[in-house]
Each structure stands twice: as structure tokens, then as C-alpha cells.
């Protein structure tokens, strides 16, 4: 600690902070005795490093600056000052603003060196929250246009960020209360290191193209073409050992002949020359890698091997690596300008991120997004994803402030747990649209029980999905009217929708796709019925749909349109236009673009153009972009989406709750002595019933019994009436091959009953006799574990006719509260359970209470690997429920906890 302390040290902020290249530097407030650092620490910066930081050329610090700058109030006037040694390397200070007190103007510095490894990004957090104490709620940063090293900083802080360029200057102010730097969890964390080792893919100073070709139609002639014409706003090296020039640009033999500094090398070479190329990127200090070069894990198991030798070398070195077998990448951003791909178009520059698994894939998209107008931020190719993957990507767009709307081509998961945790955060702030490949039933699995039939992959997904708030499409067309509404528009507060069109037929087809889509085509009110009514001609309709009549022209549309946006009386407006002629088209785009560029609030506003033509461009010129769609049933979709994720969006979150009544002990010694004795495999029918009752589910009262005269026994011991249901290991649906009998009573008919279920299979290892329950809703409750994404947890109608009907819904564990009264309600025959056309009424609140418990259950006991209650007798409101028939399936776990159960970065 520095001799000689100010009597108001702030000493608890003096520390250790580790930065993302493994070292670390020590971050204390500077003290007067700093002077003599702080002016070497200035002499070690580069001319262009003092520049940016004093916006003039200094080769020293004046005595009164050095006085001002190291004599401060640790109150008004703030500094902290990055260490290595004796050195001074970084320094981050604050100065209250007179005027606005809770504002504070800031600035950084770091010494060359030392730039690039997160020094300055931890001298932002650590000022901010020592800002927040002290009463400021929001830096201001003025940064030269061409100081990119500084707007990544903060663009890399993830803090949301206002910036307002002034005669080259930038003025990046954000809050200083949005993120806690102390006591944050590891999921900021990670999402931050992400995104920052992400910036030199991203925003290089300077690029390479190794295997540039003067062969303007190969491969790496076209990238290194695109990058060219795309005016990357840096240096773009050929590296080619065959040629002097490429492009009139003077070519090097090695990126290691490349003179400066090279951020980010696109490689185009074949597959066996990769790993020599990157090792010279290592030597070379490259810190981020685009491979393009396929040849790879996707040709086999060869393939797979030079793969892991690529990784080997990427790890090691701590870079970047996008690919290999991809497309490569665009970021539009004005500061870089970089179109770092082959394919043949560059879309417009907007606020929509896309990734592609798929390199050809990618390709149609970007020709797809061209055509539709649909802006892009930034676009990628990951390809093979070894190393950068969506996950990555999902983290890094999080605190990007050019994009608002994410895209997604997925055709696996890197780490779904890990996508679902970024992915539920990030759809709050924004919405992530995907079309998932792989949906039929070749990806499903075989099981063994109702449950595991039910849970196929795709189901997975989809769970995972809806969890997280992903919007899933099932074809790019609906990922692109999703899009260009989201991109576009604001999120519609509610459901209800006005309808105005110039043809009755397509209002009538809008009507019937949106409520298809679960949209309300609401009654106006006289009122603006009255209102509508003085614009039109007489024999116009003003009810919704608002049929304005062939003859309405851009007049009708420029009149009606600001009216029904101002109304409260819908949240959405779909306006409809048929040309009947060709003359006047322009002019109604026109007159609908105008109309809807006007202060409209939160409505949401979206056009269905109907002509083989297409739309005219008018639509997505300017600054109002109106999103267009050639039929209404694509818009109805595209709205349903965007209304059911502001609803996500929109809901508590859920809890999960601490049940009373569980006995993990005893059910821990069930599954211990199961597995010792038995080993992996089906519970017997008293383990299941014993299991489930030390987690407070409730079965009828049972005996499994070896003869006739005990299951005779077993029936006058329970009284009343009684089920026979023989225990076969071939018999995995009992029912369905006849060893099942109900609801009988007295000695001859448990004799009958236990001859007939006993000769319905091969291998009879005995009956279970139960007491019958009679009456009640059947339902099913039920897990299965997914390798991927974890154990499912199913919920539907009951009985033998479960999987005809298929009439489930499915959720990821661990199950909240939210989840569990959500799953019952997303079954259509829940309704019976609410007492379906004056038909009795189920005890819904002991059903979401069992949900609960199973899912405690399997979290406290991840031996457990499939799970399948059914039927589950619900009876009347107040009486609870009663397992009538489970089976559970258990394996030993290695270790000490499963990566499918606990999500052990969450819990640190």
C-alpha cells in the first residue's frame, strides 16, 4: 500500500483484479505519491494513445497537472490507477460535473502495452460502482471518432450506451447504476470476457488474408475482394506465397512478413496447410482467426483429428477462432466496414444480428435479407463452431448497442444449458428469433415409456425455447416476416388488432389468420366508428376490418391511418392494399409510410402489399420502415409472435419453491440399496412407492405378491374393490397386452384376475395388488432425461390413449411455480380439470404441487433417468390426487454431481 495515505484513503478499494490474459494488475485509488508514475506512465504511451486521451500531442504532464491529477477528494474528483509492479500501467478517473451533480465527466488511459487484456474494461466497472456510493448516477466519456480501442471498452463494460457524435467527438454517456460491479455473478461475468474476447474478431484495427488469389472468382479472391470494395476502415494484407501484388495491393509471402500489428486473419488454404498458417499467426501476436478452409470434423473422422490439432493450437495461444468450414463474417458498423465473406452480396446496415451454422445457408440469407430490406449489424458464419459458437455470439450481441433483433440458424447446440441462461436474460432486452434444423422424428429417441415416447429431441427444443423466450419459426420465411416486424416495429402492448384495406375478401382472410393466431379483431366503438365514417364515402364498412372500397386511394389511407393509431382501442394495425390498377401504387405506399412515420406511440404497425409485383421499395425507404408481406396469414403470424413474446416478456418469473413433507434421506437410501443390489434398471413396484411417498406423492395402498392365495389375501386385507396388474420385465405397457384388470371384488373374481394378467406374458415375476381408485380426471406426470438438455418434465392427459393424443406439455428442469401452473394450462384437456361443460372439477392445485414435487424429486436424486406416473387420479377440488401406476428407472452417477442436473456456474 502507498506510503504516506490521505486521511480519506478509500483503502477497501485497493485489490487485485484479474484480467483476461491470466495475469493480473493490482487497482488502488491513486495517492499524491503517484506523480512521478503517472508522468512516466505517459511517456511509455504511444503519440497516438496520448492523443486520444488528452485530445492534443504532450510528451509530458505539466506540475499543476500532475497536482490536479493526483491531489484529489476521493469524492468529487476520483481516481484509480492499474499496477504491475511499480509501474503505473492504466489510470480511470471521474470528475463531478458542478451543474449535474449526479453526473460525472470520466476518462481512461492505458499504456500501450497493456492495452488489449481488460485493464481498462475492469477500470470502468470498479469506478463505476465506486460512483454509484457516491452519488452518481451516469458517466460521460467524450472519445475521438477514431479512438475505437476506447469505444470498445465501453461497448465491452455492457453497459447501454447513449452516444452523440459532435465535430468528430463522441459522447458515450451511460448509467452508472445498471450493473454492480462487486458481488456480480459469474454469468456477467462470462458474458462480458465473451464479448471482449470476441472485439478483435469483430473490430479489427487491422486484417490478413492468407490465401488471397488474384483469381477474382475463388474463394479467397472474392473475400479478400469484399473486405476491398467493403472499405474496411483498416489496412487489408494479401498474403499469398506465389504472388507480389493481388488487387494492386502488394502481397507477402507469410503473415509473419506482414509489417504492424494484424488483429484478425481470415484463412483460405487447403485443410493440411491450416495448422502451419495459424502456428504463424501465434508467432505474429494474430488474435482472432476466421478459417474458412473446410476439410474438417464435417469429412469424418481424419477430419476431426486435424480439428482437434487446429483447437490444440488456438487454446494454447488464447485466440479467437470462427470456423472452420464457414462463410466467414460482416459487421456493418460505420467505425470498421468489414465484409469478411465470400458470398456475392452485402446486405444494408441495420440493427439485426444473424448467425449460420450452415455456410451455404448463410449465403441465401444474406441474399434473402438484401431483398427484404432487413438491416444488418453483424453476420456470421460459424461453421464447425469448435471454438466460437451461438453461445458466444448470443453473449457478445447482449451488449452490442447496433443490434436490437438476433437471428439464428441452428442445427445443434454448443451447450444448451449455457445458451438457455443467455438466452432468458438477453430475450428481455432482445428478442431472439431461430429456426432450429433436425424437427422430425428421425432426431427422436427410443424409450421405453409413455413419458420417454412423448419426449422427443425436437420437444427438447422447443421446451428450451419457450423457457427462454427464444421465438422459434419452422422455415426462414417465417424467420423473416418474424424479423422484419421485430426489426421495424415496436413490441405490441396486447393482442387486439385493426384491420384497414381497400378489398373486403383479403380483410375477412386477415380476420380468420389472426384469430387463427389467437389475435383479437375487436368491435370499434361508435365513436370511432363515427369518426372513420366522416373520412370515408358512405357505402365504406367502419367496422374491423375498415373495407374503405376499391376506389380509397392515398387520400383514405392518409387520413384513416393516423386515427386508428391513435385510438385505444387496439394495440396493432394491419392495413391492406390491392392495386387496382397500376397507376397510384406509389402513391398509396407513400401516403401508408407518411401516415405511419407520424408519433404513433406503442402501436405496432405492419402492411400486406398484394400484387405478383412485390412492394414498392417506398415501404423501406427513409427512416420509418414499414414492414411488408404479400398475404395476411404471413403478417397474422408475424404479429402472434411478436405478441406472444412481449407477453414472456411481460410475466413474473417464476420461483422455485420449497416444499414441505420430503424425506431425501430415505429416498437416497431407496435408490442406494436399489442400484447395489439390483444395479441400473427399473424400481420395484414397493422402491416406487416408497420413493414417492418420501417426496409426499401418494399412491393407493399395494402388496406385490407370488400366488394366487396371497393376492387373495391381499384384496380381503385392502377391502373393497382392487386392481391386478402383473410385474413383467416385457410388459412395458401393461395394459396393452392384457395384464391389467380393474375394479374387482371378492375371492372368485381375484382368482379369474390373477390367472388372466399372469398368462398375458411369457415371464411373469408376480402381481401387484392394488386397492382400486375409482372416479377422477386421469392425468400423466413424467420425466425423462435428455443427454443434451437434462430432464424433462411432462404433463398431460392420462391413460392408455396418451401418446394417440398427444396432448402434453413439456418443460426443462428444475420446475418454478410459473412453470408448473403454465404446463397444466397449455393441455387442452386441462379443461376438464376446470369442469369441462358442468362436468366435474379437478384438484388443480394438487396437480401443480406434484409437478413440484417430482421435480424435486429428480433433483435431489439424479439417479433417477426416466419417470412415468400415469395414470394420476386427480379427484375434486380440496381432495388432492393419487398415483395409481408409476415406474421409474434408475442408473448409478459417477461423480460427485451431472452437468444435465446442476448448473454449477449458476450456483457459484
Known amino acids: 500500500m502507498p506510503a504516506d495515505l490521505p486521511p480519506n484513503y478509500p483503502a477497501e478499494w485497493d485489490r487485485n483484479a484479474a484480467l483476461r490474459d491470466g495475469t493480473s494488475v493490482r487497482i488502488r485509488p491513486i495517492v499524491p505519491t503517484d506523480a512521478d508514475g503517472l508522468q512516466d506512465m505517459v511517456s511509455r504511451m504511444s503519440r497516438e494513445s496520448v492523443y486520444h486521451r488528452f485530445f492534443q500531442v504532450k510528451t509530458h504532464l505539466e506540475p499543476e497537472e500532475l497536482e490536479a491529477f493526483t491531489k484529489l477528494d476521493y469524492d468529487d474528483r476520483m481516481a484509480l490507477v492499474a499496477t504491475r509492479g511499480e509501474q503505473i500501467v492504466g489510470v480511470g478517473r471521474y470528475w463531478r460535473d458542478e451543474q449535474t451533480p449526479d453526473t460525472a465527466d470520466v476518462a481512461f488511459a492505458v499504456v500501450d502495452a497493456e492495452q488489449g487484456k481488460g485493464i481498462a474494461t475492469r477500470l470502468v466497472r470498479y469506478l463505476t460502482t465506486y460512483a454509484q456510493q457516491k452519488g452518481i448516477s451516469s458517466f460521460v466519456a467524450s472519445v475521438l471518432a477514431d479512438n475505437h480501442v476506447m469505444i470498445r471498452v465501453f461497448r465491452n463494460s455492457g453497459y447501454p450506451m447513449r452516444r452523440e457524435e459532435d465535430e468528430g ?22 458474458q462480458r470476457a465473451i464479448a471482449a474476447s470476441l472485439l478483435p474478431v469483430f473490430y479489427p484495427s487491422a486484417v490478413a488474408v492468407i490465401g488471397a488469389s488474384r483469381e477474382p472468382r475463388s474463394i479467397g479472391g472474392r473475400l479478400f475482394t469484399n473486405l476491398i470494395n467493403g472499405n474496411f ?64 470434423s464435417e469429412t469424418g473422422e481424419a477430419g476431426a483429428e486435424l480439428e482437434e490439432e487446429l483447437m490444440e493450437t488456438v487454446r494454447n495461444a488464447g485466440m479467437r477462432m470462427v470456423g472452420p468450414n464457414c462463410m466467414g463474417l460482416i459487421n456493418m458498423d460505420g467505425a470498421i466496414s468489414m465484409n469478411g465473406q465470400f458470398g456475392p452480396l452485402s446486405p444494408p446496415p441495420g440493427n439485426v444480428a444473424m448467425s449460420s451454422q450452415s455456410g451455404a445457408l448463410g449465403i441465401a440469407i444474406l441474399d434473402y435479407a438484401t431483398e427484404l430490406g432487413i438491416g444488418i449489424s453483424t453476420f456470421i458464419s460459424i461453421g464447425n463452431q469448435p471454438d466460437v459458437s451461438g453461445d458466444d455470439l448470443l453473449l457478445y450481441w447482449e451488449s452490442d448497442p447496433s443490434t436490437d433483433v438476433i437471428l439464428l440458424y441452428m442445427e445443434s447446440f454448443g451447450n444448451p444449458r449455457r445458451f438457455a441462461r443467455a438466452a432468458r436474460r438477453i430475450s428481455k432486452k432482445k428478442p431472439i428469433v431461430a429456426v432450429k434444423s433436425g424437427r422430425t422424428a428421425a432426431g427422436a429417441r427410443a424409450a421405453s415409456s409413455h413419458t420417454g415416447s412423448l419426449a422427443s429431441l425436437d420437444a427438447a427444443v422447443d421446451t428450451l425455447f419457450r423457457q427462454a423466450g427464444v421465438i422459434r419459426t419452422d422455415t426462414l420465411t417465417q424467420l423473416f416476416d418474424v424479423t422484419s416486424l421485430l426489426a421495424n416495429q415496436p413490441l405490441p402492448q396486447g393482442s387486439r388488432v385493426g384491420i384497414l384495406t381497400n378489398a373486403g375478401g383479403p380483410g375477412i382472410l386477415a380476420v380468420d389468420a389472426l384469430e387463427a393466431n389467437d389475435l383479437e379483431v375487436v368491435e370499434f366503438s361508435d365513436e370511432l366508428k363515427t369518426e372513420l365514417s366522416a373520412l370515408l364515402p358512405a357505402d365504406a364498412s367502419v367496422t374491423n376490418p375498415v373495407d374503405m372500397i376499391a376506389a380509397a386511394g392515398p387520400a383514405e389511407y392518409a387520413a384513416c391511418i393516423p386515427v386508428l393509431l391513435a385510438s385505444d382501442e387496439i394495440d396493432a394495425l394491419m392495413t391492406i392494399f390491392i392495386p387496382p390498377e397500376p397507376e397510384g401504387a406509389d402513391e398509396v405506399a407513400a401516403a401508408i409510410r407518411d401516415a405511419a412515420s407520424q408519433d404513433h406511440g406503442e402501436k405496432t404497425m405492419l402492411t400486406v402489399y398484394m400484387s405478383s409485383g412485390g412492394a414498392p421499395p417506398l415501404f423501406s425507404s427513409g427512416d420509418e420502415r414499414i ?53 441400473a434398471g427399473w424400481l420395484d413396484p414397493d422402491d416406487v412407492e416408497a420413493l414417492l411417498r418420501a417426496y409426499g406423492l401418494a399412491m393407493p395402498r399395494s402388496a406385490v405378491v407370488a400366488s394366487v392365495d396371497d393376492a387373495v389375501a391381499a384384496a380381503e386385507d385392502f377391502g373393497g374393490s382392487v386392481v391386478l396388474k402383473v410385474i413383467s420385465e416385457s410388459a412395458l405397457h401393461k395394459s396393452d397386452v392384457g395384464g391389467v384388470v380393474l375394479d374387482i371384488e371378492g375371492e372368485l373374481q381375484v382368482r379369474e384376475a390373477y390367472a388372466a394378467v399372469t398368462a398375458a406374458v411369457a415371464d411373469p415375476e408376480g402381481v401387484l395388488v392394488q386397492q382400486y381408485v375409482e372416479g377422477g380426471h386421469e392425468v400423466l406426470i413424467g420425466m425423462t432425461e435428455d443427454p443434451n438438455f437434462g430432464p424433462l418434465i411432462v404433463f398431460g392427459l392420462g391413460g392408455v390413449f396418451v401418446e394417440l393424443i398427444g396432448d402434453v406439455a413439456f418443460r426443462i428442469h428444475p420446475l418454478t411455480d410459473l412453470d408448473a401452473a403454465e404446463m397444466i394450462d397449455e393441455v387442452k384437456s386441462a379443461q376438464l380439470l376446470a369442469g369441462y361443460r358442468g362436468g366435474p372439477a379437478g384438484d388443480v392445485p394438487a396437480v401443480r404441487e406434484a409437478l413440484l414435487r417430482v421435480s424435486a424429486l429428480v433433483a435431489d436424486i439424479p439417479e433417477i433417468v426416466e419417470m412415468d406416473m400415469n395414470p394420476v387420479k386427480v379427484d375434486e377440488p380440496g381432495k388432492g390426487l393419487s398415483v395409481v401406476d408409476a415406474r421409474i428407472r434408475v442408473r448409478p452417477v459417477p461423480g460427485a454431481w451431472l452437468p444435465s442436473r446442476r448448473d454449477v456456474l449458476a450456483e457459484l
Open 233 to 296: 476502415t483498416g489496412p487489408v494484407f494479401p498474403v499469398n506465397p506465389k504472388a507480389d501484388v493481388v488487387r494492386s495491393v502488394k502481397a507477402y509471402k507469410s503473415i509473419l512478413d506482414v509489417p504492424g500489428r494484424v488483429d484478425l486473419a481470415f484463412i483460405v488454404v487447403p485443410s493440411r496447410f491450416v495448422n502451419s498458417v495459424v502456428t504463424e499467426c501465434v508467432e505474429k501476436g494474430v488474435r482472432g482467426l476466421v478459417v474458412i478452409s473446410a476439410g474438417f
Open 169 to 190: 467527438i463522441y459522447k458515450v454517456e451511460f448509467p452508472t447504476a445498471e450493473i454492480s460491479w462487486f458481488g456480480q455473478s459469474d454469468e456477467i461475468d462470462e
Open 627 to 679: 414492414p411488408v408481406y404479400p398475404f395476411p396469414e404471413q403478417a397474422a403470424f408475424a404479429l402472434a409472435k411478436a405478441v406472444e413474446h412481449q407477453e414472456w416478456r411481460q410475466k413474473a418469473e417464476g420461483a422455485i419453491v420449497q416444499l414441505d413433507g420430503i424425506d431425501e434421506e430415505a429416498a437416497r437410501q431407496i435408490v442406494t440399496r436399489s442400484l447395489e443390489q439390483d444395479g
